[in-house]
């Protein structure tokens, strides 16, 4: 669709126009051709007869939303208690679907507006800054900053990767010589000091960089397939194992029903951490064969996730009680079943890391490799690649704690993405169309809150952080044995 608006430059590069906060699995894995511009091609934007059917973006959006901060909501819900944690989750989860689906209906309003088939995340914020007039010359800052809260919390999740695979095969490494077949009165829980996890990671560093090498994801399909049926087969024999243990249940209802203050900061970044799958709602949404149907799905697939998050996080913590850890993985009994299951899901987190690395690789990297000749264009792309995993390794390393590290990203750039911006851009996007005050008052709570739990949980973190690495506490997870 071409119009005097898209000839216009309003954005740092074609590439970073278009790589943005929507960019993500679905549209490397499964992209479909955009429709041939049109007037009758306004709400039908990119998917038309050859997009998504209502199932396979249901599956997408489950997807996108269920990955290694499912593992860390029993810990969250330690740290709310065992009445407040779910009630937070049922009550955070409403809040994220409902700033969902404020990104879905201002992006069709701008769409629209703008006579433009499509506006991902980041282009929905500049332009809907455009509509207030002192913001307007400022606009394409809106587009660079959702870019930076992306990166951000991309190489977050890279970072959480790293430490969740380490901790995990270094857990299987140190209890092979005590792993039994009987996962249902496990006594067995010698084990023999390896590395420490750090040195893990260093291992997976050479593995990692020759997984991000590959700069055509579709390469990736068929691996990509394998680890989330790997990922979906471990999360049911957790729920087994959580459904099936015998423990003394009564004992551990009586567990806080409230936590503590000081930790419900924590409570709130592993928590938004898991719900930030926001940046996937645009793409999907625009590549349904019907898009007038992708409310019926963002409630029905975004409701399943609710029910995963709070049935998981609180039957862990029933299971396991004040033993949990950082994932509940760590806390499987040593049997082969389980130890199984920890490296199904370390193969699913593997791949997963080349699908996150994807966005923050293809914002950064672009612009860089413009500025050389054609010659040194693919050597300065591997070699950035390369640069970007040995960060997030870093990073890593020098915060070990699988459960801080989830809480301090989802703390920094979850909250933004997922709470903050999606509220605000309602409020500049119906600027000046008669936006009732009850909408304003009610979108401004929204991200108070959200900013409440960026600054209370991005500091939590980092003292527990600076705490932990004062005592030089390796936080090897202690085995939880049930008898």
């Known amino acids: 669709m071409t119009s005097n608006t898209d000839n216009r430059q309003d954005g740092p590069g074609p590439v970073l126009s278009r790589i943005s906060a929507s960019t993500s699995e679905e549209d490397v894995l499964c992209p479909t051709p955009p429709l041939p511009p049109g007037p009758d091609s306004q709400y039908e934007r990119i998917g038309g007869q050859t997009g998504a059917s209502f199932l396979q973006t249901l599956i997408h959006l489950l997807k996108g939303n269920i990955g290694t901060g499912l593992l860390g909501l029993p810990l969250a819900v330690r740290n709310a208690g065992l009445v407040l944690g779910p009630l937070s989750l049922f009550a955070m989860g409403i809040i994220a679907v409902h700033c969902m689906n404020l990104l879905v209906i201002c992006s069709h309003h701008l769409s629209v507006k703008l006579n433009k088939p499509f506006l991902d995340y980041g282009d929905a914020v500049q332009y809907g800054m455009e509509n207030v007039s002192w913001l307007r010359r400022h606009s394409i800052w809106g587009r660079r900053i959702v870019n930076v809260f992306l990166i951000i919390t991309q190489l977050g999740f890279c970072c959480v990767y790293f430490v969740f695979l380490s901790d995990n095969i270094k857990q299987v490494v140190e209890a092979s010589n005590g792993t039994t077949m009987n996962c249902h009165n496990n006594q067995t829980a010698v084990t023999v000091p390896s590395f420490d996890s750090r040195l893990y990671m260093l291992c997976f560093l050479p593995a990692v960089i020759i997984l991000v090498f590959t700069r055509n994801l579709k390469y990736l399909a068929p691996l990509s397939l394998v680890a989330n049926l790997a990922m979906c087969t471990s999360l049911v024999l957790i729920y087994f194992f959580c459904f099936t243990v015998r423990t003394n249940i009564p004992n551990r209802i009586s567990l806080p029903k409230v936590g503590h203050a000081k930790d419900y900061p924590l409570f709130f970044g592993t928590a938004i951490f898991a719900f930030e799958g926001i940046g996937v709602v645009l793409p999907l949404e625009n590549k349904m064969q019907k898009p007038q149907s992708f409310n019926m799905v963002l409630y029905l697939g975004m409701g399943i996730v609710t029910f995963l998050y709070i049935s998981l996080g609180t039957i862990g913590y029933i299971t396991f009680g004040e033993a949990i850890g950082g994932s509940i993985t760590l806390n499987l009994p040593n049997c082969w079943m389980y130890q199984i299951v920890k490296l199904l899901y370390c193969f699913g987190i593997y791949i997963t890391f080349a699908l996150q690395f994807y966005v923050p690789a293809e914002i950064l990297i672009p612009p860089v490799v413009s500025r050389v000749s054609e010659r040194w264009t693919l050597p300065v792309d591997l070699l950035i690649r390369a640069v970007l995993v040995i960060f997030t390794c870093v990073l890593a390393i020098l915060i070990p704690q699988l459960d801080l590290v989830i809480s301090l990203v989802g703390s920094i750039s979850s909250s933004f993405l997922a709470l903050i911006f999606p509220p605000l851009l309602q409020i500049l996007t119906y600027h ?39 005592r030089h506490d390796n936080l090897d997870v202690t085995f939880f044995q049930v008898q």
């Open 432 to 470: 000046n169309e008669g936006l009732s005050p009850w909408v304003i008052v009610k979108n401004t709570l929204i991200s108070v809150i959200g900013f409440i739990g960026f600054i209370t949980g991005t500091y939590i973190s980092i003292t527990e952080i600076i705490k932990r690495n004062g």
